[in-house]
Nanobody, 117 residues
Framework: QVQLVESGGGLAQAGGSLRLSCAASGRTNSVYGLGWFRQAPGKEREFVAA????????NYADSVKGRFTISRDNAKNTVYLQMNSLKPEDTAVYYC??????????WGQGTQVTVSL
């Protein structure tokens, strides 16, 4: 199994920045990709960004392109999400997830991000 623990959420003003971290432990050698998802109140969970473990290829939702950056430190088994130019609509619980060669199968507990005007 893989355990994922997010940190770094909190309150920010619109236009501000936050950086989320996700530390992985357990069978991390089985992890091919890591991603960030978010879920706002009353809405379904949505994809935010993803990165491959070895190649460093990244993918972003259109809503965050140019504002968010995903990166990883394999030595620390940690993935980051740098969030700039935050908007109130970015308010959500942010989840880290990992996958092998298939779908995302391990999830963190989530961290709250709240963006105020």
């Amino acid at each position: 199994q893989v355990q994922l623990v997010e940190s770094g959420g909190g309150l920010a003003q619109a236009g501000g920045s936050l950086r989320l971290s996700c530390a992985a432990s357990g069978r991390t050698n089985s992890v091919y990709g890591l991603g960030w998802f978010r879920q706002a109140p009353g809405k379904e969970r949505e994809f935010v960004a993803a990165i491959t473990r070895g190649g460093g290829r990244t993918n972003y939702a259109d809503s965050v392109k140019g504002r968010f950056t995903i990166s990883r430190d394999n030595a620390k088994n940690t993935v980051y999400l740098q969030m700039n130019s935050l908007k109130p609509e970015d308010t959500a619980v942010y989840y880290c997830a990992s996958r092998g060669m298939g779908s995302y199968d391990y999830w963190g507990q989530g961290t709250q991000v709240t963006v105020s005007l």
